[in-house]
């Protein structure tokens, strides 16, 4: 790939697009999002078909697919970018190309995988977009990037150049053989799945890896704040960074103080409220042109916070993720209602508990729910019943029964400590 394509982007989201208040953002947003529906009117023959006037309708998983062939502005077929996706993924390999683009498969149960296209303009745009917010502040070259990450796709390997270096991880791996990996290869930079970091600390902890990372980023799995502060001490780092990011973009990234902020200044963000705080966030990627990403709701329950980031930045600051909407659970309420519970109900019933850190809390059904954590003393046990008893009183929910199990972390599944599963 063309390393020089990588550069302007670079410049550009390191220190070039910087905006004096909100207003100066929202002129260029504007201008961006003219820019991409001209492009998409004249390329797009979904876009061109709809009538001038017509507000452009929402996206989701179901609907790109629905509508893949006509959305993509390549003419690439989804059968044939399936098939193709599905027997790299199969092969493990993952350096081919279709047509000279890059396809990927998003995760989701089989038959519901979502396909993401990216042309190499669209690489080394992400690539240089990532660096430029996320190197260090002050050391721009000589940096060694450790990154893991479950299925590899060329969009993450365009990252390599003659000033940094990476070296990719797949996480099929046994743990054993990273930490022997890491103890020689001396990553200045740390990036992995929240889950995997932990592994990786605990290791530290216990004297079998040794490494001095100057920058540790957790992707791909929600970062819990008990997790956060165990890694920032055993790191020894102030900051844990954070990328918000999924097929549908690069949505976030945390500055230099970790407060995680959304990329207002490459997507365009509309907010589906939930309550005063929380919402759906839907995307409009100004960049992307192969495959638009338009009005994309996404399913995650962001949590904004109003509060002005000491960093300065004009970005919509965000105090968390929280999960995402399948995972709200759902319990009986009086007279055969329905109560919706966020995740961060379900947490704080364990993070009240002393001691839990390692945990995973499971609705099977509106009456069951599984606790799974180890070596958990029969006090803890009944703290954490006590809790969730306290939660149905107060949301006027009848309670579950819950059962406690071991346990067990599988590196190949993105970990969610709150999931519900019916
Ligand atoms: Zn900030």
Redesign the pocket.
């Given at each position: 790939m063309n390393k020089l394509k990588m550069l302007l982007p670079f410049i550009q989201a390191r220190w070039l697009r910087r905006f004096k208040n909100r207003q100066a953002l929202e002129r260029y947003q504007e201008k961006e999002l003219q820019k991409q529906s001209a492009y998409m009117r004249t390329h797009s023959p979904y876009y061109r078909s709809l009538p001038e006037e017509a507000t452009w309708p929402l996206m989701d998983k179901t609907f790109m697919m629905a509508h893949f062939d006509e959305l993509n502005t390549k003419g690439v077929k989804k059968e044939e970018a399936m098939a193709f996706a599905l027997a790299s993924e199969k092969n493990r390999e993952f350096n081919e190309n279709y047509q000279g683009i890059s396809i990927g498969l998003s995760s989701g149960t089989s038959g519901h995988r979502g396909i993401f296209i990216t042309t190499e303009e669209e690489q080394a745009l992400w690539a240089g977009t990532i660096l430029g917010k996320m190197l260090p502040k002050g050391k721009l070259v000589g940096h060694k990037l450790a990154f893991f990450l479950r299925a590899d796709n060329q969009l993450y390997q365009s990252i390599n150049s003659p000033v940094i270096e990476l070296a990719y991880f797949d996480t099929y791996q046994p743990i054993e053989e990273h930490v022997s990996r890491l103890n020689e290869y001396q990553p200045t930079i740390l990036i992995a799945p929240a889950s995997m970091l932990v592994a990786l600390a605990k290791a530290i902890e216990e004297h079998h890896l040794k490494m001095d990372v100057q920058q540790v980023i957790s992707v791909a799995e929600i970062l819990e704040a008990t997790d956060q502060r165990y890694l920032e001490k055993i790191f020894q780092l102030p900051v844990i960074h954070q990328i918000y990011q999924c097929t549908e973009g690069f949505l976030g990234c945390?500055?230099?103080?970790g407060?995680l902020?959304l990329n207002e200044d490459i997507v365009f963000i509309e907010k589906e409220y939930l309550d005063e705080k929380r919402f759906y966030p839907i995307v409009t990627d100004f960049k992307r042109t192969s495959q638009p990403i338009i009005r994309y709701r996404l399913n995650d329950i962001l949590v904004e916070s109003k509060e002005k980031?000491?960093?300065?930045?004009v970005?919509q600051?965000i105090e968390k993720i929280e999960g995402r909407s399948d995972d709200i659970f759902l319990f009986e309420g009086k007279n055969g209602t329905t109560i919706s519970v966020f995740p961060d109900f379900i947490r704080r019933c364990l993070l009240f508990v002393p001691d839990i850190r390692d945990y995973q809390v499971t609705q099977h059904q509106p009456t069951h729910v599984e606790i799974a954590s180890n070596q958990l003393t029969e006090q803890q046990k009944r703290q954490v019943i006590q809790e969730f008893e306290k939660l149905a009183e107060d949301l006027e929910f009848n309670c579950p029964q819950l059962t406690f199990n071991a346990y067990e972390w599988n590196p190949q599944v993105k970990l969610k400590r709150v999931a519900r599963k019916f």
């Open positions: 945390t500055c230099e103080y407060q902020h980031c000491p960093c300065g930045s970005y600051r």
